[in-house]
C-alpha cells in the first residue's frame, strides 16, 4: 500500500532582510510573493523517500545536511532518503554569501527549523494514497502569427 503526505510552510522573510542572487547587496523593501517550504513524503512497504522544496536561491551542502539531520532526530525519517531542492530564485533571502552580500545567518536557522517543521507536518499527513499515470495528444495545434 502506498501512503502519501503533503505539506508547506510560508518561509518569507521579514522586510530588511538581505537578498542574494544580484551579487551585490540589496535589501528587501517590499512582498510581491510569499515564499514557500513544500514538502512530499512517501511510504510503501518498508521504502520511503521524502522532498523538501524550497523558494530560494540554492540549498548550500552545509544546510542540507543540518535540515537531513534534523529531520532525522526529531521524526525519526532516514535523512539520506530526503531530496532538498531549491527553485532558483534570484530575490529571495541571503541563504549563502555570494558576492558582496554575506548569508543572513538568523534567516538560514529558521530556515532549518521551518524545513524540519514541514517535513513532519508532511509525515503526519500520510495518508493512503493510488498512483496514476495519463497521457493525451492535442492533434488542433496550430502557429498563429499576427504582425
Known amino acids: 500500500m502506498l501512503r502519501a503526505g503533503f ?4 518561509i518569507t522573510p521579514p522586510l530588511g532582510t538581505k537578498k542574494v542572487g544580484w551579487i551585490i547587496e540589496l535589501v528587501s523593501d517590499a512582498i510581491v510573493d510569499p ?32 535540515i ?12 539520506e532518503n530526503v531530496m532538498v531542492a531549491a527553485t532558483h530564485n534570484h530575490a529571495g533571502p541571503a541563504v549563502e554569501s555570494l558576492g558582496e552580500v554575506q548569508q543572513d545567518e538568523a534567516y538560514v536557522a529558521s530556515l532549518v527549523a521551518n524545513c524540519v517543521a514541514v517535513f ?17 495528444f492535442e492533434w488542433r495545434w496550430r502557429i498563429v502569427a499576427a504582425w
Open 7 to 10: 505539506a508547506e510552510r510560508d
Open 35 to 66: 515564499l514557500f517550504a513544500r514538502a512530499a513524503v512517501f511510504a510503501s512497504g518498508s521504502g520511503q523517500i521524502g522532498f523538501l522544496q524550497l523558494d530560494t536561491l540554492g540549498v548550500p551542502w552545509p544546510q542540507v545536511q543540518e
Open 68 to 79: 537531513r539531520a534534523g529531520i532525522s532526530r526529531q521524526h525519526g525519517f532516514p535523512g
Open 120 to 136: 513532519g507536518e508532511a509525515l503526519a499527513n500520510r495518508q493512503e494514497a493510488e498512483l496514476g499515470l495519463g497521457h493525451a
